[in-house]
């Protein structure tokens, strides 16, 4: 087959367990997920040539590959936050369809919320004061008062309503009441966003993730491992990806994120609109990137975010575009770097093997077509993903 010609599938997809899991370590919940993803695919660990992991250890993939008693001969471990795993999702993809690799294992495992109870390490909300960011930590410039910043002036220039963003964890919550595995399942309503402690205005708890452990795995195979699989494949069809900036005062425009770059990448590869997708899987630290995501992802206009999402459009129930359909980060789970339990759900969807919270195509049948857009830092990076069956 000529290099850079073969088809990449995903053929295996899999979650640790997650929420509240106490006893595991980071490399258990890993190894975990790994396990279940190839059990997944139903192929065999030896066939496994290429490793993809970030966030954990001193030579994250090397230690990984240890543990899990892999021995690869590509590697990757680009780290840009949480979207690190779209970004080596199409790295993967480049890698198999060039003939680098044949089968390759994205994992990651974190216990973020157990460390924190148990002492191990603080919820701390800076990533340290070295670099460019010298100039803004000192002074109280943390993540989530980033994320709070370009919010405030996506509402000064758009008119956008604090309670069109509330609207984003409102139905979030309505979709993980789908989803027996999320975190949280109970409904919450506007005035239960807007009435909760204020972390940084304008956002109250419920306008930001919850943190919880996990792990997921997603394992990508070359087109003519996919009869040796027991699961219908799901193709890589496009992928793009950016970095726009570290510090703050480099970032041109608060409205507008790396996806609008990364999107279009990822859907011109693939040869769609975002007209033809059944569904999106964002990045959801906080309301706001659920928002100007879909903006910058093309599903509505700039400016229009917070009049598309009031109309319960990202619901899995009556919803014209459905979006985290598990949960998402706000009310399924959120363990650190969450890109990689986007693909999962994306697949899962696809597949058919969702449960109450399956959505279906315009036609009535399975959905056909999903972007999966991770976002790292304080929309410093970008990754996303066109994923479609047969």
């Not at 073969?6 to 006893?23: E, H, Q, Y």
């Not at 010298?134 to 309670?163: N, S």
């Not at 790396?258 to 959801?284: E, H, K, M």
């Not at 906080?286 to 229009?304: Q, R, S």
Request: aromatic share 6%; net charge neutral.
């Amino acid at each position: 087959m000529k290099p850079g010609s073969r088809k990449v599938a995903v053929v295996g997809v899999a979650l640790s367990d997650c929420g509240r899991v106490p006893d595991a370590t980071p490399y258990t919940l890993h190894a975990q997920a790994a396990r279940r993803a190839l059990a997944d695919a139903g192929l065999d660990r030896a066939r496994v040539d290429g490793l993809a992991s970030a966030g954990l250890g001193t030579l994250a993939p090397v230690e990984v590959a240890e543990y899990l008693g892999l021995r690869p001969t590509w590697v990757d471990s680009t780290s840009v936050g949480g979207s690190a795993w779209e970004v080596m999702a199409a790295h993967a993809a480049d890698a198999i369809a060039a003939g680098h690799a044949n089968a390759v294992l994205l994992v990651y495992g974190s216990t973020a919320r157990a460390d924190v109870k148990a002492g191990r390490r603080t919820g701390n909300l800076s990533f340290g004061a070295r670099g460019p960011l010298q100039f803004e930590v000192p002074y109280g410039h943390t993540l989530i008062a980033k994320y709070a910043m370009a919010a405030r002036r996506h509402m000064i220039e758009y008119g956008t309503t604090v309670e069109q963003l509330a609207q984003v964890a409102v139905q979030a919550r309505a979709n993980a009441a789908l989803n027996p595995e999320a975190m949280y399942r109970d409904p919450v309503t506007v005035d239960d966003v807007l009435s909760g402690p204020m972390i940084a205005d304008p956002f109250t708890k419920l306008h930001c993730c919850l943190r919880s452990d996990g792990g997921a795995a997603v394992l990508l195979a070359a087109e003519e491992f996919v009869r040796d699989c027991r699961t219908s494949p799901v193709w890589i069809l496009g992928t793009g990806e950016h970095v726009s900036h570290a510090a703050m005062s480099e970032w041109p425009d608060f409205t507008r994120s790396p996806a609008a770059v990364s999107g279009r990448l990822a859907f011109a590869r693939a040869g769609v609109t975002p007209a033809d997708i059944d569904f999106a899987q964002l990045y959801d630290a906080f309301t706001y990137m659920t928002l100007v995501t879909l903006e910058d992802l093309g599903f509505c206009a700039k400016g229009e975010g917070g009049a598309f999402v009031e109309k319960g459009r990202l619901l899995v129930r009556g919803g014209q575009l459905p979006v985290n359909t598990d949960g998402g980060g706000l009310s399924a789970q959120h363990p650190g770097m969450r890109g990689l339990f986007l693909l999962v759900e994306a697949v899962r969807q696809l597949r058919g093997e969702a449960g109450r919270r399956q959505i279906r195509a315009r036609d009535g049948g399975l959905p056909r077509l999903g972007v999966a857009s991770g976002t790292g830092g304080w929309f410093c990076s970008s990754g996303t993903v066109v994923l479609g069956r047969d």
